[in-house]
């Protein structure tokens, strides 16, 4: 069982920037898929950015260039560095830990809990 918890999330005026942070409990992280979803009010949830265990990174088109996703595998933790923010980034962000089997089936997949990210204009 892998346990995330999320911090950095608050309320920030449009065009400042914020720093998410996932922390993950267990020794697999470094092989680990690490990704940010956001689920904004009446939307579906929907992926912000993903990191592969190479650092390989992907990102949704309304945020390239203004959010970064990053991972520290000595301190088990990802993070998402949001800048620009625009008031269409207010949801709450979960980050999503993954792991496959050598295959490349999926093995395991955790949530955290969320935090809120309000922009305000």
């Known amino acids: 069982q892998v346990q995330l918890v999320e911090s950095g999330g608050g309320l920030v005026q449009a065009g400042g920037s914020l720093r998410l942070s996932c922390a993950a409990s267990?020794?697999?992280?470094?092989?680990?898929?690490m990704s940010w979803y956001r689920e904004a009010a009446g939307n579906d949830r929907e992926l912000v950015a993903l990191?592969?265990?190479?650092?390989?990174?992907n990102y949704a088109d309304s945020v390239k260039g203004r959010f970064t996703i990053s991972r520290d595998n000595a301190k088990n933790t990802a993070f998402l560095q949001m800048n620009s923010l625009k008031p269409e980034d207010t949801a709450i962000y979960y980050c999503?830990?993954?792991?496959?089997?050598?295959?490349?089936?999926?093995?395991?997949?955790?949530w955290g809990q969320g935090t809120q990210v309000t922009v305000s204009s």
């Open positions: 990191i592969t265990s190479r650092g390989d990174t």
């Open positions: 267990g020794s697999t992280f470094s092989s680990s898929l």
């Open positions: 999503n830990y993954k792991t496959f089997l050598t295959n490349g089936a999926p093995k395991a997949a955790y």
